[in-house]
Nanobody
Framework: QVQLVESGGGSVQAGGSLTLSCAAS????????MGWFRQAAGKERDWVAT????????NYAGSVKDRFTISQDNAKNTLYLQMNNLKPEDTAMYYC??????????WGQGTQVTVSS
């Protein structure tokens, strides 16, 4: 059974930083693509970043490019999202997701990030 457990969310002021973690069990983070998504209150879930199989390539939404970094630690079987220069518009529930093939199939429960101005 695949489980993804996010942690690291919290409340920060604008300009601050947070690092989100996503610990995987029943799934090997390097075996397929993984990603981060976010959902602000009253809005649809949006894609944030993806890391390819084995961590070879990364892609980011335009709104977070150059501020967020997705990475993985194969030894810890954990996915990360380093978030710098946070803005109030980054406030959302953040979810990690893991692929089965090329499709995001497995989802965590989410961790809340709140950025105050």
């Amino acid at each position: 059974q695949v489980q993804l457990v996010e942690s690291g969310g919290g409340s920060v002021q604008a300009g601050g930083s947070l690092t989100l973690s996503c610990a995987a069990s029943g799934y090997t983070v390097s075996s397929s693509c993984m990603g981060w998504f976010r959902q602000a209150a009253g809005k649809e879930r949006d894609w944030v970043a993806t890391i390819s199989t084995g961590g070879r390539t990364t892609n980011y939404a335009g709104s977070v490019k150059d501020r967020f970094t997705i990475s993985q630690d194969n030894a810890k079987n954990t996915l990360y999202l380093q978030m710098n220069n946070l803005k109030p518009e980054d406030t959302a529930m953040y979810y990690c997701a893991a692929c089965r093939g090329a499709t995001f199939t497995y989802w965590g429960q989410g961790t809340q990030v709140t950025v105050s101005s």
